[in-house]
């Protein structure tokens, strides 16, 4: 099927963003996709800050983008916008280096004051880098992710189905299997 890189934008080591993602990747795996995991966070400091382009982790991850047929991109909510972390990545990025790309757009956030910062904040970035199709992405309450690692429900009942939806709907895009799955919330 499709490869799929999966973009976490949080740069907390326990973040609920991955958490919400990496469950998200398992449920595109399930539809048979190859699923690639990038924390922004894990990419060398210096090399963000410093606009190295050149760095070998900034470039290896360039090639992800590259490779990728579409992309999950996840950021939490910071002052009504997406991380300061993705979008230091995402200034390294060549200007169309998600064209022909399929995307979703995800945020999570301690408010439903935020809910709006994917249509307002991260949507237009994405475009003006040259997505060919950016699906309807979903905000997620930091309430309904799980905060403990090893908790054997990532989200609750309350935000699963959305999320699954979305989720599914970008699947569909990229010509994955959907309609027998099983809930895996």
Do not use: N
Request: aromatic share 4%; proline share 6%; net charge neutral.
């Amino acid at each position: 099927m499709a490869a799929i890189l999966s973009v976490s934008g949080s740069p907390s080591p326990t973040s609920r963003t991955s958490r919400l993602l990496r469950h998200l990747d398992d449920r595109l795996r399930l539809q048979g996709h190859d699923v690639t995991p990038l924390d922004v966070r894990t990419l060398p400091a210096q090399a963000l800050l410093g606009a190295d382009f050149r760095h070998p982790a900034i470039v290896a991850a360039t090639d992800l983008f590259t490779q990728a047929d579409g992309v999950v991109i996840g950021t939490p909510v910071y002052k009504a916008a997406y991380s300061g972390l993705l979008k230091s990545l995402l200034d390294l990025l060549p200007q169309y280096a998600l064209s022909g790309k399929t995307v979703l757009p995800l945020a999570t956030g301690g408010s439903t004051a935020h809910v709006l910062a994917i249509d307002y904040a991260l949507r237009p970035v994405l475009s003006s880098m040259g997505a060919s199709h950016i699906v309807p992405g979903w905000f997620t309450l930091d309430k309904d992710v799980a905060a403990d690692d090893h908790a054997t429900q990532i989200v609750t009942p309350a935000a699963a189905e959305a999320l699954e939806q979305v989720t599914d709907h970008f699947s569909a895009t990229l010509g994955g299997r959907t309609g027998a799955l099983r809930r895996t919330a």
